[in-house]
């Protein structure tokens, strides 16, 4: 089993630097910081972690409950976590709900056996029985995303209703008056403020909302492609569909095609994430960009304040959507 020694010796540093690095006990340099992982890599090098957290009383491990591992907006939103963790010399523990509330509650139990040092939560729906169990455990948490209401945690969430606007905004600009919206699960706040954002936007430009013209969707692409097939065969057929994530609007691209409606001519798509797939398919798709690096970093960032002193008032940071124009959408 590889030694902090031979670590130490492979990165041109002390054993008393490595150990540092290990368990983030005193300011490095990224320098030093950088050669030691990359020698811990090299070597795999696996610390003792059981003897660290029997010496610190700590594990030096996250939670991160997420509602769908698969979803491309979760899995970079995860992966900003992950990689500001490692870098303090932090684990992950990911935990996927299917946003599924009663595995989210499971894995709350299953992580209060875990020792962790803190949690970081975006919620299955909007049941509040897993968060208020892990606020009863007196573990330092923040809330991504997915509103939770009013617990007295910090919260990382994004402006769901102006990015709704803006993409209703930008299509009614363009000249569309008949505009369907695919939603998401009624239980989740995003995808509920996206909508109000929607409907607000139509309404001030002073068109009624046609309930006919909103279908739900599941946050899935298979979804998005049912529900664009029921939208795009009323009569009058909408010219553009406002989407609450890019995962249904890929699936109403596809319905689209099927439809041999052509994208944006025939009709525009509008998405909501701005996961990294949306500029690479065709046609590339006009969505409301969720900076989803800054929310994970600002997530770690939180809690690990917060571990440092579970006194501080909670703080809520609501982060800026923007509109992405791209080729899916253009002039009716
Ligand atoms: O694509 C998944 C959706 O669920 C995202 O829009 C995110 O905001 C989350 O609520």
Redesign the pocket.
Known sequence: MTTIREVAKKAGVSPTSVSHVVNNTRFVSEDVRERVQAAMRELNYRPNALARSLRRGETHTLGLILPDSA?P??AEVGHAIESAAFLLGYSVILCNTDNDEVKEYLYTEVLENKQLDGIIFVGAGEDRESISELVKNGLPLVVV??DMGNLGLDTVTTENYQGGYLATQHLLSLGHQIIGCIT?PSN?T?SADRVTGYRSALQQAGFPVEESLLVRGD?HAPSGHSAALQLLQLTPRPTAIFVC?D?MAIGALRAASQLGLRVPEDVAIIG??DIELASYISPSLTTVA?PKLEMGQLAVKLLFERMGDPSLPPRHTVLATTLVVRESSMRS
Request: glycine share 8%; proline share 7%.
């Open positions: 979803n907006f979760f995303d997915r998401g989740i995003p946050f994530n995962m909501f994430d969720q």
